[in-house]
């Protein structure tokens, strides 16, 4: 039974997760006023768009930095103050440059708490649940992302200059995560491992594990200090860890080329070049969120009792045969664009139950302490780099190559996918993070 106080912190920790879909998701309601009042160039209006995600590429690769020096606690509080000044600053901006500064910044927070909370709740998590507390992350993203849409249809109905409403009502939620994170305590791995403070450590994990806390403190010990014997065991890229290494970017890797930012991003373009009216494509749009954030929920129910590899199989055949019929729909032009709607609303639900759900969870899990934040951090980083070269480069392709050969290229990317799966990728399923390192390092 997992203890009350750690589904709190958990729960707590995840509202990361929901700033991150929200702030990520919320400037689609607002571009078209925000390139109107500054009358921006196409080219200006693009660099407005997308500054943020160049902003989530370089906290994802910084947000071990704080993670480590000052602890998980203290560089969440700082995402959270992140949040809070980007979006009170652009709702209040008049400047662009100052408007694109701030948008940059809020880039930030997302990309840091892409790679602090998942490690957080990984680390204060009992191994028989830790799976679904971490998916939390992801199922608030995709909530998140949710309710931007919601809030930004809600303000755009009644409020004039409603894109600056649109991107101020943020700070309340980034408000509030930063007063419910004071319940929160530091990670007793990072008290361990950073401080040496086994009173304060011993005190926290007697709350995660009433039972077994002394075993788990004696098992964090002796895995630091074997750590501590490697003279590269701060490093990353070492022998001793180059398969956790792998795992992280081929599993990142794979994450984007399925093709999912590209369907996420234009799917009102993907459903016109079927041949569907805009109405109706905004409409199978809004499908496409409702379906992720339905089988989100699922995973989340089933991702300690199959394990993340069972929902890694079955998402991956899954995706093969859904991207599958949409390249065959491009290319032969004999199905109505209804039919690549639910192919792609099937794709959806696969990878939600899937890549989706198992990323930010299996990354988390499979570093040692001495490197989880350098570990979770070139895994958030390949996700995120990855997402920006498929979103940018998906318009041209699919002008160039048409659809049916992009999709394919997707499709081929999902059976190699199933081969890393099948072959490589090991379960983590109800082990703690020491008896993973023990299985990986000796891997």
């Given at each position: 039974m997992i203890q009350r106080k750690v589904i709190l912190w958990s729960v707590i920790v995840a509202m990361g997760g929901f700033l991150f879909g929200f702030d990520t998701a919320v400037i689609s309601?607002?571009?078209?006023a925000i390139q109107k009042y500054w009358t921006l160039t196409d080219v200006q209006h693009g660099l407005t768009i997308s500054?943020?995600?160049i902003g989530t590429v370089i906290g994802a690769f910084l947000g071990r930095i704080p993670a480590d020096a000052l602890g998980r606690k203290k560089a969440l509080l700082i995402i959270a103050f992140i949040f809070l000044f980007s979006s009170l600053g652009t709702s209040l901006a008049t400047n662009w440059y100052v408007f694109m500064v701030l948008r940059f910044i809020g880039g930030l927070g997302v990309g840091a708490s892409s790679v602090i909370a998942p490690i957080y709740i990984s680390e204060i998590s009992?191994?028989?649940?830790?799976?679904r507390l971490v998916v939390l992350f992801q199922f608030n993203i995709v909530f998140g992302i949710l309710i931007s849409?919601?809030?930004n249809y809600l303000i755009g109905q009644n409020f004039p200059d409603s894109w600056r409403y649109m991107l101020g009502v943020q700070a309340v939620p980034s408000l509030l995560f930063l007063v419910l994170l004071k319940l929160v305590?530091?990670?007793p791995r990072w008290l361990l491992l950073h401080r040496s403070d086994r009173d304060e450590a011993t005190r926290i994990l007697q709350v995660i594990n009433p039972e077994g806390y002394q075993s788990d403190l004696e098992s964090i010990v002796s895995s630091n200090t074997e750590d501590a014997k490697d003279p590269k065991g701060n490093e990353l890229f070492s022998r001793r860890y180059r398969f956790p290494a792998t795992l992280a970017i081929l599993f990142a890797f794979f994450?984007?080329?399925?093709g999912i930012n590209a369907i996420i991003y234009y799917a009102p373009r993907i459903f016109e070049m079927t041949g569907l009216g805009k109405s109706a494509s905004l409409l199978s749009t809004a499908g496409i969120g409702l379906v992720n954030f339905i089988f989100t929920m699922l995973a989340i129910r089933f991702i300690d009792s199959m394990g993340r590899r069972k929902l890694m199989l079955i998402g991956s055949f899954g995706l093969i045969f859904t991207l599958g019929l949409v390249s065959y729909s491009f290319y032969t032009k004999s199905f109505s664009g209804y039919y690549v709607t639910c192919y792609l609303l099937f794709y959806i639900a696969f990878f939600a139950f899937s890549q989706g759900a198992v990323i930010w969870v299996f990354i988390s899990e499979i570093f040692p302490n001495q490197v989880r934040a350098k570990g979770q951090t070139m895994?958030?980083?390949?996700h995120w780099v990855m997402a920006a070269l498929i979103a940018f480069s998906f318009p041209w392709f699919a002008g160039q190559l048409g659809g049916g050969t992009t999709f394919l290229f997707f499709t081929v990317m999902m059976i190699l996918q199933l081969l890393f799966v099948w072959r490589i990728m090991p379960e983590t399923k109800g082990k703690s993070l020491e008896q993973i390192e023990h299985t990986l390092i000796g891997h």
């Open positions: 309601g607002a571009e078209q500054i943020a995600l009992p191994a028989a649940s830790r799976g849409y919601f809030s305590p530091e990670s994450n984007q080329v399925s895994g958030s980083f390949t």
